[in-house]
């Protein structure tokens, strides 16, 4: 352990003053026991406590692991099955299409195969309750066939939780506590969980590193919403690299289907694809999640018996996997790169493809010659997942207003003739209040409105998630 520590911590020191990381947990884990299990930094920049190996970090989408994990439980106590229908469990849920309704089952959620677009208000940091989110599922329009490729859903998985706790006769919370966390000696994990010892969020708001409050997860648990500690995290790592044997739950044999590929990537980015709760690779699973104000990243080799859990509670930047990629080299005896360059080189080169565009745009629309006043883009414009969005008029600029999803509030600034800089914050999981109205620079996601030469008839709104087009009502 002192020997990685000894190669890692002068890096991990340049990771947390580069990306102003207040805290970071780490921890490195063969199958035959733990390698580093520590933490660095403080829990809060308020207080300047120390974070320690029994700090809890919210590790946003890495949650999904722990709800299929629970399923492969389930499935082998005989509570359900992976291929049971949905509505066996959760009569009322509807998608998009009514034969797709009555088939799809636990498994097309767990492995992210739906075709559910990402465009949806419940998909994210929401006002929504649980019910509201899982009704309006209905709504949400696909991007892909069936079964057909992996388009990730938040929202499959909080259904999927959801028919879980309704087969047991019990909350979410509850189920995944008495059978998973407890036998594994892990503490009631999600974000609102009692003790004190927990990190708190952070964002950069105006140039300077605060805390913020904690992002309410009950409507989405069963997607994100749990916490970790380093020392929590080598039990489950370990727990995985097991891949079910001899574990506290039992010789969970289904374990092992949740490392294995269900659905495909047509792109092979990164991984092959998606098992149920993890990005597939071979015999490397991988996990990475953001929330309010953390990130974290979870690797599993599991050929080569190492895994290895990082995260941080700031809501920006790439240290977990820098930190993630640099115990991964030093572990194989590798020649280490410099992840810090190249990250920020991969951001240096998105930013000059943003900002080129955005430049031609102005360039050949410009608002100076524009027929279009701004008072003729205020209005109300609907989209089937996210609902009704308000454009509207405050002090020199538009505001852009989404019912149920208030931490997309943000100002709208106008750049050409059509087009407009969304400078909501980008994460979606963030705090409305975090928005600042600035001289559109081109970094940031865009709306371009779209008329019929007399009238604006609606808009498009390029983000993360994609393109969601949205009708005037």
């Known amino acids: 352990m002192s020997d990685l520590a000894t190669e890692l911590d002068p890096f991990i020191a340049k990771v947390l003053q580069h990306w102003a990381v207040p805290g970071m947990s780490v921890a490195v884990v063969r199958r035959d026991g733990p390698v580093l299990v520590r933490a660095y930094g403080v829990r809060c920049v308020e207080t300047s406590i120390s974070a320690d190996a029994d700090t809890a970090f919210g590790i946003g989408s890495c949650s999904k692991a722990f709800t299929s994990a629970l399923a492969a439980v389930l499935v082998d106590a005989g509570a359900i099955d992976w291929d049971d229908p949905i509505r066996k469990y959760l009569p009322s849920f509807e998608l998009y299409d009514p034969w797709i309704s009555d088939h799809v089952t636990l498994r097309d959620l767990l492995a992210n195969r739906t075709g559910l677009s990402r465009a949806s208000a419940g ?13 309006n599922a209905r709504h949400i329009q696909p991007v892909a066939g069936f079964r057909d490729q992996f388009t990730y859903s938040n929202i499959g998985y909080a259904a999927a939780a959801e028919a879980m706790a309704l087969s047991v006769g019990h909350p979410f ?94 792109d092979q980015t990164l991984n092959d694809g998606y098992g149920l709760g993890w990005h597939v690779r071979n015999r490397r699973i991988q996990h990475d999640g953001s929330i309010r104000g953390f990130r974290a990243n979870i690797w599993c080799d599991l050929a080569g018996g190492l895994a290895i859990f990082v995260a941080t509670n700031l809501g920006s930047g790439f240290a977990h ?14 020649t280490v790169t410099d992840w810090i360059t190249h990250f920020d080189e991969v951001l240096r080169k998105e930013f000059i493809d943003r900002v080129t565009s955005f430049n031609e745009e102005k360039r050949k629309e ?72 600035s001289p559109p620079q081109g970094d940031r996601a865009r709306l371009r409105f779209q008329s019929d030469g007399h009238t604006i008839q609606g808009l498009t709104w390029d983000d993360w998630f994609g393109s969601a087009r949205f009708v005037r009502s």
């Open 366 to 437: 410009p608002v100076s010659t524009s027929r279009w006043s701004q008072e003729e883009f205020v209005g109300t414009y609907r989209h089937e997942g996210f609902g009704l969005l308000h454009i509207e008029p405050k002090d020199n600029h538009l505001w852009f207003r989404i019912d149920g999803l208030s931490g997309f509030d943000g100002p709208l600034m106008r750049f050409s003739s059509l087009g407009f800089e969304y400078q909501g914050e980008r994460d979606a999981m963030a705090l409305a209040r975090m928005a600042f109205a």
């Open 173 to 266: 919370d509850r189920i995944l506590n008495d059978y998973l966390l407890t036998p594994l000696g892990l503490r009631p994990g999600n974000m609102s969980r009692a003790d004190d010892n927990v990190a708190a969020p952070h964002y950069q708001i105006e140039g300077k590193v605060r805390a913020v409050p904690a992002m309410f997860v009950d409507n989405l648990l069963g997607a994100i919403g749990q916490t970790m500690s380093a020392r929590e995290a080598a039990t489950w790592l370990r727990f995985h690299l097991a891949e079910g044997k001899s574990s506290a739950v039992g010789s969970s044999r289904q374990i092992k289907e949740t490392h294995l590929l269900q659905t495909a990537r047509r």
């Open 123 to 135: 998909e994210y940091g929401s006002d929504l309750s649980r019910a509201e989110i899982l009704f």
């Open 321 to 334: 996997f820098a930190v993630t990629n640099r115990i991964i080299q030093l572990m194989r005896g590798e």
